[in-house]
């Protein structure tokens, strides 16, 4: 990676692309930096992943959830 002294854009090789790409898919669900060094530097199985997945899911739609409720009680008739 190269980074503009002027600008501080970030350049990335050929190479990098699908680590950055799943990076920022990670980063999309919400999983925090430390989660996906873990995610990336250690590469969990399959099946650690996907229970990894299922709990930011639920974590996800408990927000969901208790966001819906606190809309509710702001409801102006």
């Given at each position: 990676?190269?980074?503009?002294?002027s600008?501080?854009?970030?350049?990335?090789?050929v190479?990098?692309?699908?680590?950055?790409?799943?990076i920022?898919?990670?980063?999309?669900?919400?999983?925090?930096?430390?989660?996906?060094?873990?995610?990336?530097?250690?590469?969990p199985?399959?099946?650690?992943?996907?229970?990894l997945?299922?709990?930011?899911?639920?974590?996800?739609?408990?927000?969901?959830?208790?966001?819906?409720?606190?809309?509710?009680?702001?409801k102006?008739?």
């Open positions: 990676m190269q980074i503009d002294s600008t501080g854009y970030r350049y990335y090789s190479e990098q692309l699908p680590r950055l790409n799943r920022l898919a990670y980063k999309d669900l919400g999983f925090s930096l430390e989660q996906i060094r873990g995610l990336l530097d250690d590469e199985p399959l099946s650690q992943v996907r229970q997945f299922q709990l930011k899911q639920a974590e996800i739609r408990d927000r969901l959830t208790e966001d819906q409720r606190r809309l509710s009680a702001w102006f008739a």
